[in-house]
């Protein structure tokens, strides 16, 4: 087998919970292995509920947190390993984050093409003003924005689909080979979802991008993806190619999470609190077997 582009093994990621009396842990990650093959770029989806551990894998995947139990490793490098500026930037190049809010990525007294210039500049290697404007346009143009629509522009002169979009140029400057992308759609107008997650399909064509997708959103994520995890409360409860488990989910919390997406919640939400029989079943119904 040829090295992975990630490694999950065992990993963990556990809270304290509670004031100074009866504090519990609590696992927000529950033993979590999965990997990813480096031999062909793919959409590798994590989908799941709002506070099923998704967003805690994401920051320990880019090596924000550290996990409790188990390791990680990138390219067979373990993240744990990783020490001092030099080594911090090689992995920061080749693993790029995009966040679900991009209002809140932004700091809104800055313009938005500085920090494409200061993603050159840092990652780069480009230092001329020249280079540097050619540099973020080259970027820009990959998502379908150029320099001219977003030159002196501050966040909020920008749409949230633009601006995630200009957000996925600075990701991909310095050429990374993985993107995490948590929650990217979830803020951006229902009708330029589906462009975005377009966008993530073009990177690994062309530019051959391993992508993390992480949405609770089934939609989106039976369009795109090669690749799925199905996730609640911590733990992985399916995987596998995303059309084999999506049309024929196996697991009662998947299959529960499909039906809740089809007829959707009239409150609009579709958080899982129903007590239906399927969901009493996913409660009570032991891990499904991890096939990773
Ligand atoms: P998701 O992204 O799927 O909504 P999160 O990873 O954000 O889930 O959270 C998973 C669980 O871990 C939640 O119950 C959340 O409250 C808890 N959690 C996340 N981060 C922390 C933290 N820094 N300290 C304590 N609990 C946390
Ligand atoms: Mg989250």
Known sequence: ??????????????????????????RAV????FHI????????????????????LARMILNMVKPTVGAISFKGQDLASIR??????????????IFQNPFEAFNPLKRVDRYLYMTAKNFADVHSPAQ?????????????????????????????GQLQR??????????????????????????????????????????????IYITHDLATAYYVSDRIIIMRKGEIVESGPAR???????????????????SPDPRGQGVLTGDSAASQQARASPRAQIVS
């Open 1 to 26: 087998m040829t090295t992975p582009l990630l490694h999950l093994d065992g990993v963990s990621k556990l809270y304290r919970r509670g004031g100074l009396l009866g504090r519990e842990e609590f």
């Open 30 to 33: 529950d033993n979590v292995s």
């Open 37 to 56: 093959e480096d031999n062909e770029p793919q959409v590798f989806t994590i989908i799941g509920e709002s506070g099923s551990g998704k967003t805690t």
């Open 84 to 97: 001092g500026e030099t080594a911090r930037r090689r992995f920061m190049k080749e693993v790029q984050p």
């Open 132 to 160: 540097l404007e050619a540099a973020a346009d080259a970027a820009l143009n990959k998502v379908g924005l150029s320099i001219g629509e977003v030159r002196g522009r501050f966040p909020h002169e920008l749409s949230g």
């Open 166 to 211: 200009v957000a996925i140029a600075r990701a991909l400057i310095p050429g990374p080979s993985m993107i995490v992308a948590d929650e990217p759609v979830s803020m951006v107008d229902a009708s330029l979802r589906m462009s975005i997650v377009n966008l993530f399909r073009a990177l690994r064509d062309d530019l051959k991008v391993s992508i």
């Open 244 to 262: 084999l488990i999506l049309e024929n989910p196996q697991h009662p919390y998947s299959q529960l999470l499909k039906s809740a997406v089809l």
